[in-house]
C-alpha cells in the first residue's frame, strides 16, 4: 500500500525556520517525483515546489512565494522527502501535503498533511 | 505565471443532476490539466489526468474534456458522497497552478 507521512509542523514565531517530512513507503520512491502542496484554512491549493528524481538530477522548483525561503530535499536512503522553510511569515500559515508526481502525471497520492502555524 | 479561472465558485444541485464546472487556462496549456476531489479535513483526489483520462477506480460519473485553453469537468449524475471541492491544475509549466476551486453542495 503506498503511503505518504507527513510530519515536523508545529507552531514556529515569525522569522523562524521549520523543517517538514514526508516519509513513502509502498512504491520505488527513488524513481518518482515529489510535490509540496499548502492550503490555509478556508483557502485554496497552493502549489510550493518540488523535488525530481536522481535521473533528473534531483532538480527543484518553487514558487514564487517561497523562493529564497523555501528548500526542498530527498534522501532516497531513508525514502524521505524533507521541506525546508526559513525565514517563515503569518502568510505560510497552511496545512502541508507532500503528493506523488504519478505515472500519469498527476498527484496520485498524498499525504495526511501537517499543519504549520507561523504567529507571535 | 499560468493563471487559472474556475466557474462557478460555487454551485448547489440535486441528487441527480447533471454538473458542469469549467476551467480556463490564461495560455494555452495543451491538455496538461487535471482536476481533484477534496472533501473537508481530507488531501485531495486525482479524478482526471490530462483533462479528460479517468483515474483507475474513479466512477464513471465523473468526466473532463477540453484543451488549449478551456475545459469542463462534468458529474453525469450527482449523488451524496460528490459533495466536495473540485479544482484543475495545470502542469504545463512552472510553477504548477490551482484553480481556486468549484464547492459542489446538494440542494
Known amino acids: 500500500e503506498v503511503q505518504l507521512v507527513e510530519s515536523g509542523g508545529g507552531l514556529v514565531q515569525p522569522g523562524g525556520s521549520l523543517k517538514l517530512s514526508c516519509a513513502a513507503s509502498?512504491?520505488?520512491?527513488?524513481?518518482?517525483?515529489v510535490h509540496w502542496v499548502r492550503q490555509a484554512s478556508g483557502k485554496g491549493l497552493e502549489w510550493v515546489g518540488r523535488?525530481?528524481?536522481?535521473?533528473?538530477?534531483?532538480?527543484?522548483a518553487y514558487a514564487a512565494s517561497v523562493k529564497g525561503r523555501f528548500t526542498i530535499s530527498r534522501d532516497d536512503s531513508k525514502n524521505t522527502a524533507y521541506l525546508q522553510m526559513n525565514s517563515l511569515k503569518t502568510e505560510d500559515t497552511a496545512v502541508y501535503y507532500c503528493?506523488?508526481?504519478?505515472?500519469?502525471?498527476?498527484?496520485?497520492?498524498w499525504g495526511q498533511g501537517t499543519l504549520v502555524t507561523v504567529s507571535s | 505565471d499560468i493563471q487559472m479561472t474556475q466557474s462557478p465558485s460555487s454551485l448547489s444541485a440535486s441528487v441527480g443532476d447533471r454538473v458542469t464546472i469549467t476551467c480556463q487556462a490564461s495560455q494555452d496549456i495543451s491538455n496538461y490539466l487535471n482536476w481533484y476531489q477534496q472533501k473537508p479535513g481530507k488531501a485531495p483526489k486525482l479524478l482526471i489526468y490530462?483533462?479528460?483520462n479517468l483515474e483507475t477506480g474513479v466512477p464513471s460519473r465523473f468526466s473532463g474534456s477540453g484543451s488549449g485553453t478551456d475545459f469542463t469537468f462534468t458529474i453525469s449524475s450527482l449523488q451524496p458522497e460528490d459533495i466536495a471541492t473540485y479544482y484543475c491544475?495545470?502542469?504545463?509549466?512552472?510553477?504548477?497552478?490551482f484553480g481556486p476551486g468549484t464547492k459542489v453542495d446538494i440542494k
Open positions: 490530462d483533462a479528460s
Open positions: 509502498g512504491f520505488t520512491f527513488s524513481g518518482s517525483a
Open positions: 491544475h495545470q502542469y504545463d509549466n512552472l510553477p504548477f497552478t
Open positions: 523535488i525530481r528524481s536522481k535521473p533528473n538530477s534531483y532538480a527543484t
Open positions: 503528493t506523488r508526481w504519478g505515472a500519469n502525471w498527476g498527484y496520485d497520492y
